[in-house]
């Protein structure tokens, strides 16, 4: 029983095997190069451009990953006074005592 079993599955193998080289038939050609380095003639690309404009491409992307950088920050550091105000109202107001005196001395001499 189990010879017979195993008879199956070398044959299924073998199918499966046969459909493989079908579906891809690397066996028929050399790969010299990989598919993707493989370039059509009408197209000339040179080194430097390619260099430049891959340059250019960071530099974009770390210039909007920095704006996206100070964004975050500001909002953080907004959070943390908003915070900070709610849990220590006393604080809050410390920098606006002599702001209040100035503008109540400013309405007693108009």
Same mark, same amino acid.
């Given at each position: 029983?189990?010879?017979?079993?195993?008879?199956?599955?070398?044959?299924?193998?073998?199918?499966?095997?046969?459909?493989?080289?079908?579906?891809?038939?690397?066996?028929?050609?050399?790969?010299?190069?990989?598919?993707?380095?493989?370039?059509?003639?009408?197209?000339?690309?040179? $080194?430097?451009? @390619?260099?430049? &404009? !891959? #340059?250019?491409?960071? *530099?974009?992307?770390?210039?909007? %990953?920095? +704006? $996206?950088?100070? @964004?975050?920050? &500001? !909002? #953080?550091?907004?959070? *943390?006074?908003?915070?900070?105000? %709610?849990? +220590?109202?006393?604080?809050?107001?410390?920098? !606006?005592?002599?702001?209040?005196?100035?503008?109540?001395?400013?309405?007693?001499?108009?």
């Amino acid at each position: 029983m189990k010879k017979f079993l195993f008879n199956i599955h070398e044959m299924v193998w073998w199918f499966v095997s046969e459909i493989e080289d079908w579906l891809y038939p690397y066996r028929d050609r050399e790969v010299t190069q990989p598919l993707w380095a493989e370039r059509s003639d009408d197209v000339d690309v040179d $080194e430097a451009s @390619y260099l430049k &404009s !891959q #340059i250019t491409a960071n *530099n974009d992307r770390i210039e909007r %990953l920095q +704006n $996206e950088m100070i @964004y975050v920050t &500001s !909002q #953080i550091n907004g959070i *943390n006074t908003q915070l900070n105000n %709610l849990n +220590n109202p006393k604080q809050s107001d410390e920098g !606006q005592e002599g702001s209040k005196i100035i503008v109540e001395e400013g309405e007693k001499t108009s």
